[in-house]
């Protein structure tokens, strides 16, 4: 293990969860980077890289303990995402001329799975070896509304080339509408410095879904140029944060979803990330075609891993994902999956240094 990488108390994390027990995982690749992953959620607790300098310091938000992953208000640190990421107007959506009705957890609407969503279960786990861990669980049909028994996989890979691999496969017994994603908080700094607004950010798309007060999106798809969202060149996130734009105030900061470029490829660059000070890059790679750029917004003083205080804007998330609100958009691409089909998602976070 490299100098200054501290593994969590394991003891902290085993607990019997609803007659399934909670535990953490530890990933480590040739180059000494280290991630902890917990079955609470198939959540990212750690993810230790060196900056420019070889230091290595944890650059996602978490708790020390699985007792605050349960009871903390902030639900999705590090979390795997469904049955649908992001949100669903009015918490329903129609299959075959069926109406379907969703468990309404933000407002009016739908957000991230419902009530109890992918984050707030105890996955089935496979360590395969210390660079590969696998978790699976079956989505009951009508769990939170939905359609359908889903049966997931998610597949944490933290390979040589500097990278965390994530990769999402589900199959159903009745068409569903599916959109997994991940849903780290990073600060290239280190968790617990207190603001992202100096990481310089790079996205490969050149349009994005303007959304309405509630944050669901309008149906259009609007050009980036001459907008504060225009991130076709690396620019400083907090640089146009504060102008007077409405998409800003309703997202009370960056909160929407980017239309990526070139998504019918394989895998595609979604985002570069350069935080100069310590000289960390974190590029995102995935085959979906949109990205959800939040910029930390709804962070509030939460007291997280080595009782640092996790405040506004001091971390950003990098969600790869199809549209929200997708399934109520015709124009937007399609998210069903039907029983002859298998559902295939992924997400690499590649780390370096300048």
Known sequence: MKTGIKLLKKNDFIKNFNGKETNIYVLKNKNGLVSEITNYGARVVSLWTPDSKGKFEDIVLGFDNIDNYINSNEKYFGATIGRYGNRIKDGKFTIE???????????????????????????????????????????????????????????????????????????????????????????????????????????????????????????????????????????????????????????????????????????IIAAKVLEKESGRILEVYTNEPGMQFYSGNFLIDTIGKNNKIYKKRSAFCLETQHFPNSPNQDNFPNTILKPNEEYYSICIYKFSTN
């Not at 984050?119 to 978790?135: M, R």
């Not at 691999?165 to 991940?182: G, P």
């Open 97 to 267: 001329d069926k109406e379907y009705y969703l468990e309404k957890n933000n407002d009016s609407n739908h957000l991230h799975g419902g009530k109890k969503g992918f984050n707030d279960i105890v996955w089935d786990v496979e360590q395969i070896n210390q660079q590969i861990l696998e978790l699976k669980y079956i989505s009951k049909n009508m769990e939170e509304g939905y359609p359908g028994n889903l049966d997931i996989k998610v597949v944490y890979n933290l390979n040589d080339s500097n990278e965390l691999k994530i990769e999402y496969f589900a199959k159903t017994d009745q068409s569903t509408y599916v959109n997994l994603t991940h849903h780290s908080f990073f600060n290239l700094l280190g968790a617990g410095h207190e603001t992202i607004n100096q990481h310089l950010l790079y996205i490969n798309a050149n349009s994005f879904t303007p959304v309405n007060e509630t944050l669901i999106p309008t149906g259009d798809i609007q050009l980036l140029e001459n907008t504060p969202f225009n991130f076709t060149e690396p620019t400083i996130i907090g640089e146009r944060i504060s102008q007077d734009n409405i998409q800003l105030k309703f997202g009370n900061g960056y909160d929407h979803n980017f239309v990526l470029n070139n998504s019918q490829s394989e895998k």
